[in-house]
């Protein structure tokens, strides 16, 4: 594609790992809406529930999705439904085109990316999305939908769950259409939910990640978005921009590159990258490349004994801080902060609600929430009968009271108020270091001074 194509198009193209219903990327979301031109009437913003069509709850996820916008980010989305290639031919797609075209929001998620290609092949979706894009609109997808708009779409389930052969399917191929590259986006690329196996690169770990590498076409490689994080591409400025709380890696030939959150550049220059070895070696001059890629083996060695041990999940570092903050302020017997950070975590699970790949953290996140206000109850109920800790402020104001009285050498009052506290089986202990008391066995009487 010329140079002149890519400059006719004026859209924003949104690459998500995952996160896509969730509190890390009301920012994300909120920042491309904004970009939508004003007009005369209010932008339609669309989800397309196609990825999830075939699942029984697939309504209840269309209204969850709606519901995280809506709340989150005040923002009203239709549902572009289109969930089954028997609706070919039919009124249903007509209405699904129309709405597709005239959309200025397209947004699509999770659900199966081989179930998803299956539809959108038949309805010409990847060349829709590019004429989509030749107008100032934005189309934002993510984990499975986001898998389908390469070149290559890795058939996750298929080999993950059902042990098929480790294959790429042929993708929508939009990022052929607008830049004439061919890519294999993987989302989910720091996954680490297997724990004691490589889930990392979309459930495939190294070994599968390297064969599959190995099949792409010279002029091909691999784009890693990891969770909770993004790419924007800006077509009318061309350039890109990361996004979210992780990294996007450019995987070709054995080799990595990580471009942190935040970065900005051309995307002439960006997609460069994973070409840039090849440059340097044919050019003796180029020693220094301004975009270095790394070695996998010493990549990975390092990931291993640290950033493998840290926890990529920001929901699950969110129960594990309140946690810890829950701990702090029952050791000090403070209730009512204790009590705040119950009501915290009751929050934190609700925000978190919408999350469509929630995992069981969900319910961690409610087991957590019962255990705190079970020992809640338990240390609240052990210092109610705990004496000393009632009476300990009514005590210290007796006894500096007495204190007074010592002090302008007035025995006869400070000997009333120690018989009184002796009286309501309070013992008090006088010393050089000072003034100390105790509690009896002495019934607590209401005998007054």
């Known amino acids: 594609m010329t140079q002149q194509d890519v400059a006719s198009y004026q859209g924003i193209l949104c690459v998500m790992g995952s996160g896509e219903t969730a509190p890390t990327m ?85 659900g199966s990316p081989t179930y998803a290609l299956k539809v959108w092949k038949e309805l010409g979706l990847g060349s829709l999305l590019s004429k989509t894009l030749l107008e100032p609109r934005v189309i934002t997808f993510s984990s499975a939908a986001a898998l389908t708009l390469g070149s290559f779409t890795l058939p996750v389930y298929e080999i993950y769950k059902a042990g098929e052969e480790v294959r790429w399917e042929k993708g929508l191929g939009l990022f052929d259409k607008i830049f004439a590259q061919k890519i294999a986006i993987v989302p989910h690329y720091n996954n680490q939910e297997g724990g004691t196996h490589d889930t990392r ?15 792409l076409p010279d002029d091909g490689f691999i784009l890693g978005v990891d969770e909770h994080s993004g790419i924007v591409f800006d077509l009318a400025s061309q350039s890109i921009e990361t996004v979210g709380i992780g990294v996007v890696t450019l995987r070709k030939d054995g080799l990595s590159k990580q471009i942190p959150v935040g970065s900005k550049m051309e995307i002439e220059t960006f997609l460069e990258i994973p070409f840039s070895h090849r440059r340097n070696r044919s050019n003796s001059e180029a020693s220094n490349p301004i975009f270095p890629l790394h070695d996998h083996a010493t990549q990975d060695e390092e990931a291993r004994t640290s950033d493998q041990e840290a926890i990529a999940n920001p929901l699950e570092m969110e129960l594990i801080r309140l946690k810890k903050e829950f701990d702090t302020e029952i050791e000090i017997s403070n209730f009512a902060q204790a009590s705040k950070k119950i009501l915290d975590l009751e929050s934190t699970l609700a925000e978190w609600s919408t999350d469509s790949l929630l995992s069981d953290l969900d319910k961690q996140g409610r087991s957590l929430l019962r255990s705190m206000i079970i020992r809640l109850g338990t240390e609240a109920a052990a210092k109610a009968i705990d004496k000393s800790c009632i009476l300990a402020p009514f005590v210290e104001f007796l006894l500096e009271e007495r204190s007074k009285a010592r002090s302008v050498r007035n025995f006869e009052r400070s000997d009333e108020i120690r018989n009184f506290l002796l009286c309501v089986g309070i013992e008090v202990q006088d010393s050089p270091e000072g003034t100390s008391w105790s509690l009896r066995d002495a019934i607590v009487s209401s005998t007054g001074i």
Not at 201 to 215: Q, S
Request: hydrophobic letters at 35%; a positive charge.
């Open 26 to 110: 009301v920012k994300v979301h909120r920042s491309l809406l904004n970009r939508i031109p004003l007009g005369d009437h209010a932008p339609l913003c669309s989800i397309l529930d196609t990825p999830y069509g075939f699942q029984e709850n697939a309504d209840e996820l269309s209204l969850k999705t709606i519901d995280y916008f809506k709340v989150s980010l005040k923002r009203n989305f239709q549902v572009a439904s289109f969930r089954s290639l028997s609706l070919s031919g039919t009124y249903k797609q007509d209405v699904f085109y129309d709405q597709v075209q005239n959309s200025h929001y397209l947004f699509a998620g999770p």
């Open 201 to 215: 690169y979309c459930y495939m770990g190294e070994g599968r990640i390297k064969i599959l590498e190995n099949t």
